[in-house]
């Protein structure tokens, strides 16, 4: 199977840009190209697979839709997520940026959004209608990039880049440092005293570039069935 990749713009120093191609994962056989090729080169890895067994994909549709899911799915279990994105999204229909602008707050409250999250999705609504944000074109952009114009808006923090990157951009070689579950994983795999810091974790995943996205999915995996947690992967 051929590789799929995306072109972005780097900058290239002296406020020079240039291109590149990088892998992004957009089926299963992607995935299980990453899971062999991280038992290949990791020992943590092949065990981590053992318990956990091959992860799911979880590639969600991107745009509006995408960013609201992972921003409903903060802090809350997966099954409080699904059933607030479920009554959220069937407010809307098609579930666009204008359209959800219009709702009141008290309809979204009633699918279970707090208010710290509708104002979060307002910002960001409001920002893809008056053409500040442009989610097509991130696809274009590196993961700094990606990072800049997401944190940009109100409630937006590096978590939610992080995994609108792995998961609705599918870039392959993305990461979740911040991300209590992998960390909480990563201890347990590497039998490690303490959850590593961010930066901690930053510096341990640099073994498994360029398929770190395929790691965290693996050890999100491995979360679920080692502590039959009431939350894991985020989407």
């Known amino acids: 199977m051929a590789k799929v990749t995306q072109t972005i713009t780097v900058a290239a120093g002296a406020g020079r840009k240039s291109t590149r191609a990088v892998r992004i994962i957009e089926c299963e056989d992607d995935v299980r190209a990453g899971v062999r090729a991280l038992r290949r080169k990791c020992k943590i890895m092949r065990g981590v697979h053992d318990v956990a067994g091959d992860p799911p ?8 839709s995408g ?43 009633g699918a ?4 710290t999250k509708i104002s979060t999705l307002r910002a960001v609504a409001s920002a893809i209608v008056a053409k500040e944000l442009d989610l097509e074109a991130l696809e274009g952009l ?8 997401l944190t940009a808006l109100k409630g937006i923090g590096p978590w939610t880049a992080d995994v609108y990157l792995m998961f609705c951009i599918g870039r392959a ?16 795999a590497m039998q490690l005293e303490e959850r590593p810091s961010i930066d901690e974790m ?15 999915r693996l050890l999100w995996s491995y979360y679920a069935a080692v502590r039959q947690p009431k939350s894991g992967a985020p989407v």
């Open 57 to 64: 994909l979880r590639r969600p549709v991107g745009g509006f």
């Open 67 to 109: 960013l609201a899911r992972i921003v409903v799915g903060q802090q809350v279990s997966i099954a409080s997520a699904a059933a607030i994105w479920q009554r959220t999204h069937a407010l809307i229909t098609p579930f666009e940026a204008k359209r959800f602008k219009r709702l009141g707050d008290k309809r979204l409250q």
């Open 112 to 115: 279970g959004l707090s208010r």
């Open 142 to 149: 590196d993961d700094a990039g990606v990072h800049e114009a």
């Open 173 to 188: 070689d993305s990461w979740a440092p911040g991300d209590l579950a992998l960390q909480i994983a990563l201890q347990q």
């Open 202 to 216: 930053i510096e341990l995943a640099q073994q498994w570039r360029p398929w770190r996205a395929v790691a965290a």
